[in-house]
């Protein structure tokens, strides 16, 4: 299994404004990703963090709002750009293992006023 | 902590019964499949895994089973506890390469004495 980390767990944020998300895996693993859950949904993947190179985004989400990097195998971060009320969210970092399994961080709990 | 699944289908057991969880997933060429849980406040905890060859795993008081013929996935557990009461999520792996995860919209499992 990995355990993932998460910083801060929590933010109030003007519009406007930028918050960058850290994201720690206590294991190597192959993959990270990002994914966004809004209050009482599922969840919605944004982008696969991939190391030493441009993430990979889902359709619906770009690199000048949410920039991305993994600068090694076990750490990456995420930017919520320019932010509005609509970003309030729950931003949720994941890995893979070497036998694809996938674990969550406990998530970071956004709020933009 | 925030709350996870307001608006979401809600299973409520009695302590001690059987619980059954039920997720319909939409791509047939999905691969792998991975149940998750979660609690308020906290991100996605694996619950148990099954990959397309197979029809049934089982884990502790857990069991999962397949039929990809429906393209179906359900959440046996066993016994259940008020700990157990939570967000149930079914995910499946539309890509052994990628590993991109789409998630089923959740079902809350309540618990009752």
């Known amino acids: 299994s990995a355990v993932i980390s998460q910083k801060p767990s929590r933010d109030i944020c003007q519009r406007g404004t930028s918050l960058t998300i850290q994201c720690q895996v206590d294991s190597q693993v192959t993959m990270m990703f990002w994914y966004r859950q809004q209050p009482g949904q599922s969840l919605t993947l944004i982008a696969t963090a991939n190391q030493g190179s441009e993430a990979t985004y889902e359709s619906g989400f770009v690199i000048d709002k949410f920039p991305i990097s993994r600068p090694n195998l076990t750490f990456s971060t995420l930017t919520v750009s320019n932010m509005s009320p609509e970003d309030s969210s729950i931003y949720l970092c994941?890995?893979?293992?070497?036998?694809?399994?996938?674990?969550f961080g406990p998530g970071t709990r956004l709020t933009v006023t | 902590g925030e709350s996870v699944g307001l608006h979401l289908p809600t299973l409520s057991v009695q302590e001690g019964d059987n619980s059954i969880i039920n997720c319909a997933y939409s791509n047939s060429a999905s691969d792998y499949f991975i149940w998750y849980k979660q609690e308020s406040g906290k991100g996605p905890q694996f619950i148990i895994d099954?990959?397309?060859?197979?029809d049934k795993r089982q884990g502790q008081r857990v069991t999962v089973l397949l039929n990809k013929t429906v393209k179906h996935l359900s959440l046996q557990i066993a016994a259940t506890q008020p700990g157990d009461s939570a967000v149930y999520f079914c995910a499946e792996n539309i890509s052994y390469e990628t590993d991109k995860l789409i998630f089923g919209t959740g079902t809350r499992l309540q618990v009752f004495p």
């Open positions: 994941s890995a893979r293992t070497v036998t694809h399994e996938q674990y």
């Open positions: 099954i990959r397309s060859n197979m």
